[in-house]
């Protein structure tokens, strides 16, 4: 599991998804590094991306019967991921959302398969949790059980409401508020401890003391 969580980050940094330097979240902090699944938007960086979600869900232990895929990147995350579980021989079904309901046809919101048994939500991270919400409610009115999150990157940061900064990061909030498990590919311990590995990139390495720092500052235990 930690040898696919180190290689995870690395395909991250090697794809330019996961960048070094100077950024500003959406939380006004600003940050040494910033992560953009957005970038993962070809279909070679894709199929890579979807067995490292399908083989930490199956790595986890947990137990699920179908994913679910919020609007709208969690769309294209819970598709691949449910084409790589196949491909390892655990044949999944999926759905997800619209984000305006549809007024003919089948109508509705949910597309693809019905919502029920053990449903694992598929995200890129957990900002401030309003898609989780909405999708632990959504599965919940079809009289399913939302059991898990799965996430490519935890930031393990640290919360704001109000100007105050929270105990909790967003993911231990999710935890928190609906008595589920958040998993995640990797997390801010992986990315530190890949900028400290001796072998390192030296140019990636001297980002190192930065994100200690920051660390130091917003980060969880």
Same mark, same amino acid.
Request: hydrophobic residues 50%.
């Given at each position: 599991m930690k040898n696919l969580r180190q *290689?995870?980050? =690395?395909?991250?940094v090697a794809t330019g998804v996961l960048r070094f330097g100077d950024f500003t979240t959406k939380a006004g902090r600003q940050s040494p590094y910033f992560f953009n699944a957005g970038l993962f938007h070809d279909g070679a960086t894709l199929a890579q991306l979807a067995q490292f979600y399908a083989q930490t869900l199956l790595d986890s232990g947990v137990e699920f019967d179908m994913l679910f895929?919020? =609007?709208y990147k969690g769309i294209t995350l819970a598709s691949a991921t449910a084409v790589a579980l196949a491909g390892k021989g655990r044949n999944t079904s999926f759905a997800y959302n619209r984000k305006e309901a549809k007024d003919h046809g089948e109508g509705g919101t949910i597309v693809g398969a &019905? #919502?029920? $048994? &053990?449903?694992? !939500?598929?995200?890129?991270?957990?900002?401030? $949790?309003?898609?989780? +919400? *909405?999708?632990? *409610?959504? !599965? +919940?009115?079809a009289g399913a059980e939302p059991c898990a999150v799965l !996430? =490519? #990157?935890? +930031?393990?940061?640290r919360g704001a409401k109000d100007g105050q900064i929270s105990p909790y990061s967003a993911v231990q909030e999710v935890t928190r508020n609906y008595g589920i498990p958040v998993i995640s590919i990797g997390n801010l311990q992986d990315l530190f401890g890949f900028l400290s590995d001796a072998s390192a990139d030296p140019e990636l390495q001297k980002h190192k003391d930065a994100v200690a720092a920051y660390r130091a500052q917003y980060g969880v235990a």
């Open positions: *290689e995870f980050i =690395a395909f991250s895929g919020p =609007a &019905k #919502l029920q $048994g &053990k449903v694992v !939500i598929i995200d890129d991270v957990i900002s401030a $949790g309003t898609s989780v +919400r *909405e999708s632990v *409610e959504m !599965i +919940r009115a !996430i =490519a #990157l935890d +930031r393990m940061e």
